[in-house]
T-cell receptor, first 115, second 114 residues
């Protein structure tokens, strides 16, 4: 399994500002994923972050709004830029451990409220 | 591409009653199927998974799910629920490769009343 730590666990931010969420994994992983869970809704994949390459964004998500860094095999950040109240969500980091593992592992999430 | 439909957004039940949470999926390739649970103010935890083999899979806390290929379903059941089972349950699928993103259903909120 994997232990995933996300920081911050929650934050309240002013509209127009940006927040960077950190995701630290206790083992090296190739693929990391960032999901968004809007209030009362399911999880939606924002992007896939592979070390050494640009993140791959899902339809409806763009790099200017959600820039992602992946400097090494154990760490990633997601920035929510120029925030509006519609960005209020839980953001979750997830990892796939690859061959021999089939399920994804999730961090505890970052609960973001934009006021 | 895959899609997942959870047919019930909320399921209220009384303690010790049986429960079934329904999940249907669609996919053009073979998939792995999962149920995740999210307790209030917590992250997602894997409840159980179907990869291959026996179509009935069980969790350590009494839940079971049955993969039905002809009906493309993966319903979650428990014969007798407890108050502590109150949570949101997500059905998810992943394409049949070692790496890949998860596609989630809309979630079912299970509320167990005393």
């Amino acid at each position: 399994s994997a232990v995933i730590s996300q920081k911050p666990s929650r934050d309240i931010c002013q509209r127009g500002t940006s927040l960077t969420i950190q995701c630290q994994v206790d083992s090296q992983v190739t693929m990391m994923f960032w999901y968004r869970q809007q209030p009362g809704q399911s999880l939606t994949l924002i992007a896939t972050a592979n070390q050494g390459s640009e993140a791959t964004y899902e339809s409806g998500f763009v790099i200017d709004k959600f820039p992602i860094s992946r400097p090494n095999l154990t760490f990633s950040t997601l920035t929510v830029s120029n925030m509006s109240p519609e960005d209020s969500s839980i953001y979750l980091c997830s990892v796939d451990l690859g061959v021999g593992f089939t399920e994804a592992f999730f961090g505890q999430g970052t609960r973001l409220t934009v006021v | 591409a895959q899609s997942v439909t959870q047919l019930d957004s909320q399921v209220p039940v009384f303690e010790e009653a049986p429960v079934e949470l329904r999940c249907n999926y669609s996919s053009s390739v073979s998939v792995y199927l999962f149920w995740y649970v999210q307790y209030p103010n917590q992250g997602l935890q894997l409840l159980l998974k179907y990869l291959s083999g026996s179509t009935l899979v069980e969790s350590i806390n009494g839940f079971e799910a049955e993969f039905n290929k002809s009906q493309t379903s993966f319903h979650l059941r428990k014969p007798s629920v407890h108050i502590s089972d109150t949570a949101e349950y997500f059905c998810a699928v992943k394409g049949g490769t070692s790496y890949g993103k998860l596609t989630f259903g809309q979630g079912t909120i299970l509320t167990v009343h005393p």
